[in-house]
């Protein structure tokens, strides 16, 4: 009988010590809400100090109404004895103000503990940074072909190079564009290479007119894809 009484004894006295263990722990325990940082558009980093007590369950609660928390991120890395902790929170709506708070409590094995709360704060999200409209580069589309000189020069077996230039609306140069060379006369004085050329980023394709040993005229044809042309003419001297 004896025995049994002490037992209960016992018990009744080590529940005590476990509630008011717990009542001490509970009450002892002091969170800190810190400022937040690294403030972006969609993200930011919130700071907390763990004062005094034990908070194995820790975390940070925040929304975008003022005591109203939508959602908690856990700090992951805490362990007893540390002070500061910190959380990154992201998928946030940009220029929004947050109110957010450190939240923790104790979990010490069969006494529920209640959890403890830091001070509230309030942060506010940057503006979104626009998307950079591209303007798309006109496109500079053939209107007037020109080659230079338009009457050329040349001694027997000289050489000398006709530059063709294309243009476009208000002088814009045809990058790419297609320029043929044919001799309509004179065949047998000149020769052209190459017969087919496309024109630089200048808008300018630059062809080799060579002399035969025959004097006399010739003229040269030069038509672009789009079907502008022009004529050169060649004279070809002793």
């Not at 980093?45 to 908690?72: C, D, M, N």
């Not at 103000?97 to 309030?122: C, Q, S, W």
């Not at 004097?215 to 060649?234: D, I, M, P, Q, Y």
Request: glycine share 10%.
């Amino acid at each position: 009988m004896r025995n049994i009484l002490f037992r209960i004894e016992y018990c009744l006295l080590l529940g005590c010590v476990v509630f008011i263990l717990g009542s001490n722990i509970s009450s002892a325990m002091e969170l800190e809400t810190g400022e937040a940082t690294d403030i972006t558009s969609n993200s930011a980093t919130l700071h907390g100090t763990v004062i005094s007590g034990r908070a194995p369950e820790l975390g940070f609660q925040y929304g975008t109404g003022s005591g109203y928390y939508t959602t908690a991120e856990s700090v992951q890395d805490w362990f007893p004895g540390k002070k500061e902790v910190s959380a990154r929170i992201s998928g946030l709506l940009a220029a929004t103000t947050y109110y957010y708070r450190i939240a923790g409590h104790d979990t010490l094995p069969g006494t529920p503990l209640p959890m403890v709360y830091g001070n509230e704060k309030f942060f506010t999200t940057l503006e979104a940074t626009p998307t950079p409209m591209v303007t798309p580069t006109p496109v500079c589309e053939a209107e007037s072909i020109e080659a230079s000189p338009k009457t050329l020069k040349l001694q027997r077996e000289e050489s000398g190079d006709v530059t063709v230039t294309v243009t476009g609306s208000e002088g814009c140069p045809v990058v790419g564009e297609t320029v043929t060379a044919k001799i309509k006369s004179g065949k047998r004085r000149i020769s052209v290479t190459p017969l087919s050329q496309n024109a630089d980023a200048g808008g300018e394709a630059i062809f080799t007119i060579t002399a035969t040993k025959k004097t006399g005229n010739a003229k040269v044809k030069f038509k672009t894809a789009s079907g502008l042309r022009t004529t050169v003419t060649v004279k070809v001297g002793r």
